[in-house]
């Protein structure tokens, strides 16, 4: 719909007759095409603006949904191909050493013949070296080489998380974290929902283990019992291990400790051997502390740590190995992965492989792959203009605070002192990471590849333990389509990736940019304040700063967010759980809030254009509604509702505009209407 929309326009504008009475001004930002406009606004504003679009609109095969987050990161995508394709094409004469990596990365990713023709070798080492464990001792080994490879790309590779975490008790000094991990399926609740579906999931997923582990050379029977016993010591750790909700209690998951201590958790490891191993030297005396986020999984992993025969180690570190590779080692293993996927995602095809092996590029050297991605798709215009409406939105919180009817002027000091200290990163970094030690053999395995950037990063995370929390560091990659607000250096960050059309459309009126990015914008800086946020302070220490009295009333406005989304229903008869939702579901109603409010300051008492036959009133909420455009097969909804903290797009669209005058104003919507929440049951928070 998008392409053939610019070709009209293109024709247009070679047509005389019609560039006499052209439309001089900013677009309006908003698709008509994608409209039901016989459904009223007011029943429900998603399907009035995108009812067409869901009516219409194919998910082709090897996609999971489409809308707009797809169009945005295809059209990124496509960028970082022209990079890529050209880097790979100059690698062997290539000047600049990071883009002759990055060719020569991407060359291995992409050589498909090569991937059929070797094989499982790339990975016969490795899986020698796990036949070869033949005791607890020997896995402490195993857990170190393997932490090497950076536990946040493991999966289930080591059975629990480790990684550098600025401490939430002192924001100025990054400490280590032990925490729960393991699974090879999403998270805990997944190993025990009595549902059919979910069972089906566990037998794909256990299934899915022993093929991978037949193909690896394991007589078929054998296999599949192998397989049955690693689940049942996954089953164990999914036990020991707390919810998505539960984790949504920072206090709850701050223990800090002197590695003596841990020791005392969960005597069979060797952690000084574990941290000197995995190159973390400062952890190595008995003394040093950590933060041990989840006491009571480190006590359930020691107790199969010694209760699981060692077979069952090594098949369960084999299965994760063979799951986390064997994508990159041809086309069996890769159909095995694949179908997997399939029963979460609903995906009948996969994605080709240059798509998988540019994701790859962007995990592993993202930001020498963000740098050409923005020289390529992010003009300087762009960044001033975000940066003028974060301006706004801003001023705007800040006399949002100063207004609150249910909060005193002590904790109100300190909300706007947090706002006052947000660090806002647009766009990309001030500094580029340096990959001179990132060591890319141009004859390499795509394995052999992967494993070296993986051993790149891990070695740069572990590195930051014991030394001062670096601010500026970005934790998303410039192409990334998305943004976040991370509580522990009190920072909102927007890629480049996300700051783009339609989200944010420099030729579009401003109502529909603060409609669109605009939300986002205020949906970052609002998570400082949601349920989580508002328990760190403005330097992103874990720090009550609430008078009682503020923090009950505000508890009491987000109880009835809670109410309202779980009522949503996301697919069949499945709700929304308004409790896991809770902190991004705050996020969209203050969003969309500011972004309502920094779009009238930025008009500055301008009057706004009728534009497309709609009021820039009602173009500000269609925007909103259109930036959340998605049609999503019915297996990733269902994922997306059982494990994602985010609500699905209905309910982002019309959960926070429901509860707003100004929605209702715009499009002279009724009391009693479905998208209006008024009296009671109305929520205002900012
Ligand atoms: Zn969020």
């Known amino acids: ?168 008790k002192n924001s100025a000094t990054v400490i280590a974290q032990v925490s729960q991990g393991g699974l090879g399926l999403p998270d805990r609740d997944y190993y025990f929902r009595t549902d059919d579906k979910s069972a089906a999931q566990r037998d794909a997923y256990r299934a899915a283990n022993a093929k991978l582990l037949a193909w690896s050379g394991m007589p078929e029977t054998d296999a599949r019992r192998a397989a049955d016993a690693a689940f049942q010591l996954e089953t164990a750790l999914a036990e020991s291990s707390l919810s998505r909700v539960q984790m949504r209690d920072p206090a709850a998951l701050y223990h800090p400790m002197t590695v003596r201590e841990l020791g005392a958790l969960a005597p069979t490891l060797d952690w000084p051997a574990f941290f000197e191993g995995a190159g973390v030297h400062a952890l190595a005396a008995s003394d040093a502390r950590l933060d041990v986020s989840m006491p009571g999984f480190v006590r359930g992993l020691n107790a199969q740590l010694t209760a699981t025969p060692i077979e069952t180690w090594r098949v369960y570190m084999k299965a994760a190995l063979l799951r986390r590779y064997g994508p990159w080692l041809g086309h069996d293993a890769f159909q095995i992965a694949f179908d997997l996927q399939r029963v979460s995602s609903g995906q009948a095809e996969p994605q080709p492989l240059w798509k998988r092996a540019t994701q790859a590029c962007d995990i592993s050297m993202g930001q020498a792959l963000g740098k050409a991605f ?125 700051l783009q059309p339609p989200r944010f459309d420099p030729a579009a009126d401003d109502a529909a940019n603060y409609g669109a990015i605009g939300e986002t914008i205020g949906h970052e800086l609002s998570h400082g304040f949601d349920d989580e946020g508002r328990q760190y302070d403005g330097a992103g220490n874990l720090r009550d700063w609430w008078t009682p009295e503020d923090a009950k009333e505000f508890k009491a406005r987000a109880d009835r967010v809670v109410a309202q989304y779980d009522a949503y229903v996301g697919v069949d008869t499945l709700h929304v759980n308004g409790r896991l939702t809770l902190g991004e579901n705050l996020g969209d109603l203050g969003g969309l809030v500011l972004a309502y409010h920094a779009w009238q300051r930025s008009l500055k008492g301008k009057p706004s254009p009728v534009i497309d036959g709609f009021t820039a009133e009602q173009r500000f909420f269609i925007a909103h509604a259109q930036s959340w455009r998605t049609k999503m097969r019915a297996e990733a909804m269902r994922q997306r509702v059982l494990s994602n903290p985010h609500a699905p797009p209905v309910a982002r669209t019309n959960g926070p505009a429901s509860n707003m005058e100004e929605f209702r104003r715009a499009f002279g919507c009724k009391s009693g209407d479905p998208m209006v929440r008024d009296g009671d049951r109305r929520i205002e928070i900012w």
């Open 1 to 168: 719909m998008l392409a053939r929309r610019t070709i009209l326009l293109a024709m247009l504008a070679l047509s005389p007759l019609v560039a006499v009475c052209a439309y001089a001004g900013p677009t309006s930002g908003i698709n008509r095409a994608y409209m039901d406009t016989t459904c009223s606004p007011c029943a429900d504003l998603y399907r009035y603006a995108n009812g067409r679009f869901m009516d219409t609109a194919d998910i082709p095969p090897a996609y999971s949904s489409i809308g707009i987050w797809t169009e945005m990161g295809d059209r990124n995508q496509a960028v970082l191909k022209s990079v890529l394709d050209r880097a790979a094409a100059n690698a062997d004469a290539e000047e600049d050493p990071t883009l002759a990596k990055l060719g020569h990365f991407y060359r291995s990713l992409t050589d498909s013949v090569r991937m059929d023709r070797e094989g499982i070798t790339p990975l016969a080492a490795e899986l020698r070296f796990i036949d070869g464990l033949g005791s607890a001792a020997d896995l402490g080994r195993a857990f170190q080489r393997y932490a090497s490879l950076g536990i946040r790309f493991s999966g289930a590779l080591v059975p629990f998380g480790f990684a550098a975490e600025v401490d939430p």
């Open 374 to 498: 923005v020289a390529q798709a992010f003009p300087a215009s762009s960044r001033e203009r975000a940066l003028e409406m974060v301006a706004n939105f801003r001023a705007v919180f800040a006399e949002r605070i100063d207004s609150r009817p249910w909060m005193s002027a002590a904790t109100k000091q300190q909300a706007k002192a947090k706002l006052e200290a947000i660090l806002q990163k647009i766009g990309y970094p001030d500094h580029w990471r340096d990959y001179s030690g990132l060591v890319v053999d141009p004859k390499g395995a795509a394995v052999a590849n992967l494993m070296a950037a993986q051993r790149f990063e891990a070695k740069r995370q572990m590195a930051k333990i014991g030394r001062p929390t670096d601010r500026t560091e970005w934790v998303m990659t410039p192409p990334t389509v998305n943004a976040y607000y991370e509580p522990l250096t009190n920072e909102i960050c927007f890629p480049a990736g996300i």
